[in-house]
């Protein structure tokens, strides 16, 4: 898989939160690719995985493999945190903010 990252142009929507499924994973990773205008076929190409698998990872295909699905999400500039359960309504807060301050 490649290693360079997809140039940044216009900031892409905020479609950001807490991901508890790969359904969910799959909406964030394509309205974020969508948001920088990228087609399946650019983000594949780039990151030397094929578009099948960025489909079926959009789709929410729960057997998608882990170190393409993260070096996918880091290609895209995007990236998982970790954090307990208990704090993940706050960081949601954090991020709708952050959001809000950019529509600012």
Do not use: W
């Amino acid at each position: 898989m490649g290693s360079e990252m997809i140039p940044i142009g216009k900031k892409a929507p905020r479609h950001y939160g807490i991901v508890r499924s790969p359904e969910e994973l799959g909406r964030v990773m394509r309205a974020h690719r969508k948001g920088r205008r990228l087609t399946l076929e650019e983000t594949a190409d780039v990151g030397g995985t094929g578009i099948r698998f960025l489909s079926e990872l959009e789709r929410g295909k729960a057997t998608a493999q882990l170190g393409k699905t993260l070096e996918t999400l880091r290609l895209l500039g995007l990236e998982v945190v970790v954090v307990p359960r208990g704090m993940a309504d706050r960081v949601q807060q954090l991020l709708d903010q952050a959001a809000e301050d950019e529509r600012d």
